[in-house]
């Protein structure tokens, strides 16, 4: 079995991919995709909790930074950490447009320690991702609320139900410097 440090920097690799996920429409989407991308880059921090499992009730704490991929195509670079308690995780997420649809990896993949991104669609203010480790499926859905807010669910597929295993509330980090005029 996972340690409670690996099993949550599995489940909040997911989280960072929030902000560096992206779903696949047709083609002429694409620059919808690359602007949703630009939109959810920049500096991310807040709370989260796992909802369901073992862990249930465990809470934590994540400061990921996402960087738009260079290029034409859409996707996002992710890196941050999450912190439960003492326990410090380093997160790191890449979401790549791959003809109509994404791929990527959370961590190390699901060769590794991590989630492989399987598949992915924007669709206004929300991408949905696609996730696998094994014989484990699952998604992951990051919202905007407003410029300021995004919310992410994890879920994992156990039968034929999707169930919420870890909900994170991020919010934009600004940059807190004023400047003013000199006369």
Same mark, same amino acid.
């Not at 991590?114 to 094994?134: H, Q, T």
């Given at each position: 079995? @996972? &340690?409670?440090? &690996? ?6 690799? !997911?989280? !960072? ?15 919808? #995709?690359?602007?949703? @991308? ?6 991310? $921090? ?5 909802? !369901? ?5 465990? +809470? ?11 290029? %034409? ?5 992710? %890196?941050? @950490?999450?912190?439960?308690?003492? @326990? ?11 003809? *109509?649809?994404?791929?990527? +990896?959370?961590? %190390?993949?699901? #060769?590794? +320690?991590?989630?492989? /991104? /399987? ?7 929300? =991408? /949905? /991702?696609?996730?696998?480790? $094994?014989?484990? *499926? ?12 995004? *919310? ?5 597929? =156990? ?8 909900? =994170? ?5 600004? #940059?807190?410097?004023? =400047?003013?005029?000199? $006369?």
């Amino acid at each position: 079995m @996972f &340690s409670r440090p &690996s099993l949550i920097a599995r489940g909040l690799a !997911a989280v !960072a991919l929030v902000a560096t996920a992206g779903l696949a429409t047709p083609a002429s989407s694409g620059a919808r #995709d690359k602007a949703f @991308f630009e939109r959810v880059a920049g500096q991310w $921090k807040g709370p989260g909790e796992i909802v !369901a499992g073992k862990y249930k009730g465990t +809470k934590f704490t994540c400061d990921l930074t996402g960087v738009p991929t260079p290029g %034409d195509g859409a996707g996002l670079k992710l %890196d941050g @950490f999450c912190r439960v308690g003492v @326990f410090k995780q380093p997160m790191s997420a890449t979401i790549t447009q791959k003809g *109509n649809s994404y791929t990527g +990896k959370f961590l %190390d993949g699901a #060769d590794g +320690k991590g989630l492989n /991104v /399987v598949s992915g669609n924007v669709a206004k203010d929300k =991408v /949905v /991702v696609g996730i696998n480790r $094994k014989q484990l *499926n699952g998604a992951m859905i990051a919202r905007l609320q407003d410029e300021g807010t995004m *919310n992410i669910t994890i879920s994992v597929k =156990v039968e034929e139900t999707m169930v919420p295993v870890i909900g =994170v509330s991020l919010n934009r980090q600004t #940059d807190s410097i004023t =400047v003013g005029s000199i $006369k």
